[in-house]
């Protein structure tokens, strides 16, 4: 089966069909371009349904993340995330794989097809030259032998007329043989031209016409079997993502499988727990005595009347039903929350100022490490009065020692409310208390005053002070946890490039070219910790050596 044999007389057939093909070539070229736009377009669109959804920082909804069932949909968002990511792989590689070769390889088909197809019209032109000329010596030789045949009528009727001179005869004799010689010239010539066209359209439909027809048979099939290929690329490129999307739906299932009901009930209770008791009995009220009525101790009325009833915890509340009142619902719609935070119930008051301590400590170490920065700088510019002046540094250091101060007041105001907070629930473990006790020392006449005349978050009763809601720590409970310190571990190593001469408190003495042990990098203020020996150890200025750190050692940083 060939088109050279069976389609020799298809020439432009075949030219309409091979441009066909190039045309379904680059349809399907189209098709998988808006096929990756979709892609793109379906992966951008769950990206913003994932962003839409995620929880906005420093916000309400960051707290409700805390429950197995929000950390699940958190889950679930991210997957949905990677999942849209496989979507932009699907349209990369499909842009890559099968749009940008299907385009360069329809340039060079394009290319081919006209190569062939210039070849089919230049041998046509050959061989319609060659019927021309035939056609030309045909007709020459054709005139040539009519010529030929009136010459030589014309000559026998001059010979048998007797009234024409011999020289008329012998005139008309030779100019027959004349036309007679033509005549055989043009049929030499037409017998040649005939048997070269015979061989050049034997050439043109057994050779040529057959080898330019094969070759565009051949790159017709080629093509054919391309598109075959990136049809089969189109699906490899959405199977290849398969097991990746089978991931992302797997984290999903097992996000959904990590949710637990009881964590999530016991979250609410720890979010919500007011630490107060349930209401005891009412007691009788005999109306039958003659005496006066008396209003029992343990009634409702007398808990909202006079503020005076008595609230005790950590026994049995007699009759007590507690107020969730509308004062303090009106007084938290004017944003008018008491510092101490004394509108909540105990248990949440206690959450509350444990958050606030923590965070005033937190601002202590902060000021302290600034601090300590200051001073450091301070004795290197005593040291190299070049690089600075050291009394410039005076008033920062006021300042931070004036911020620490405040910040230890106010820590020691809220310890004290937490303390007292303490003292009237239920005891916590020795760690807690361990960390309520930091600034025992000035908060216990905190604790006496803050605990005399507490009213409850309407008021209405008081607390008479004794011995349980009295906090002691001891100081050696908190000693304890910073004895045997050990020794910070090496995180790299350092060249010294300078002789360092360590002569104040906490700097070591160091030579020139001597290696030693980093035990702490220099967190921004110039100087860098380092050990020659388990007990010598000290800071020596960053610039005065090479720190090599290891890459594997915990919180070690990577220098270029």
């Excluded at 993340?65 to 792989?89: I, M, P, W």
């Excluded at 008021?459 to 011995?467: K, N, P």
Aim: proline share 3%; glycine share 6%.
């Amino acid at each position: 089966m060939s088109w050279g044999t069976e389609l020799w007389d298809q020439f432009d057939n075949l030219e309409k069909h091979t441009q066909w093909g190039i045309d379904i070539l680059e349809k399907y070229i189209k098709f998988v371009k808006e096929r990756t736009e979709i892609e793109l377009s379906y992966a951008k669109q769950l990206r913003n349904l994932s962003k839409k959804y995620q929880p906005k920082k420093n916000s309400k909804e960051e707290e409700e993340y805390r429950y197995t069932a929000c950390k699940a949909f958190l889950s679930t968002l991210n997957e949905t995330n990677d999942y849209a990511g496989q979507h932009e792989v699907i349209s990369e590689n499909m842009t890559s794989q099968i749009t940008a070769e299907l385009a360069r390889y329809i340039q060079e088909l394009k290319q081919e097809r006209k190569s062939h197809f210039h070849e089919g019209r230049k041998a046509q032109q050959h061989i319609e030259t060659c019927w021309k000329q035939l056609e030309s010596s045909k007709r020459r030789f054709e005139r040539d032998c009519k010529e030929a045949d009136r010459a030589q009528q014309y000559f026998e009727k001059m010979d048998a007329d007797i009234n024409v001179t011999k020289a008329d005869v012998e005139k008309a004799r030779q100019q027959a043989q004349i036309r007679h010689q033509m005549a055989e010239d043009s049929k030499a010539d037409y017998s040649s031209i005939l048997q070269k066209f015979n061989h050049e359209q034997r050439e043109y439909y057994h050779s040529h016409i057959p080898s330019i027809f094969q070759k565009i048979q051949e790159m017709e099939e080629r093509r054919i079997v391309r598109i075959g290929e990136s049809m089969k690329t189109y699906a490899e490129v959405d199977r290849q993502v398969i097991p990746i999307i089978g991931k992302c739906l797997d984290g999903i299932v097992k996000a959904a499988e990590s949710i637990d009901q009881k964590n999530d009930s016991q979250l609410v209770i720890e979010a919500y727990k007011s630490g107060f008791e349930p209401p005891g009995d009412f007691e009788f009220e005999d109306y039958t005595q003659p005496m006066k009525r008396t209003v029992s101790d343990n009634s409702l009325s007398n808990s909202r009347g006079d503020g005076k009833a008595e609230l005790k915890f950590g026994g049995k509340s007699k009759g007590k039903l507690w107020p969730f009142i509308k004062k303090n619902k009106l007084s938290l719609k004017l944003g008018a929350t008491p510092e101490d935070f004394s509108n909540l119930p105990p248990e949440q008051r206690r959450k509350k100022l444990q958050q606030k301590v923590d965070e005033l400590n937190k601002e202590i170490q902060k000021e302290m490490d600034q601090r300590d920065a200051i001073t450091k700088m301070k004795d290197v510019y005593l040291k190299n009065p070049q690089m600075g002046d050291p009394a410039s540094l005076d008033h920062k250091l006021t300042e931070v020692n004036q911020n620490i101060e405040k910040l230890r007041l106010e820590a020691q105001k809220f310890e004290a409310w937490l303390a007292e907070v303490e003292g009237r629930l239920p005891a916590r473990g020795d760690q807690a208390r361990r960390q309520s006790g930091m600034y025992d020392g000035q908060t216990a006449p905190a604790v006496n005053n803050c605990a005399q005349d507490r009213e409850s978050p309407d008021g209405s009763y008081t607390e008479e002070q004794s011995q349980e809601s009295e906090v002691k720590v001891l100081a050696t409970d908190f000693d304890d946890e910073f004895d045997d310190e050990e020794p910070l571990p090496a995180i790299g190593t350092c060249k010294a490039l300078y002789t360092f001469d360590g002569q104040n408190e906490g700097t070591i003495s160091v030579t020139e070219g001597e290696t030693l042990y980093v035990i702490e990098e220099d967190k921004g203020d110039g100087w860098t910790r380092i050990r020659r020996s388990e007990d010598e150890e000290g800071y020596v200025p960053t610039s005065y050596v090479e720190v090599y750190l290891d890459k594997n050692a915990k919180g070690a940083k990577t220098y270029i």
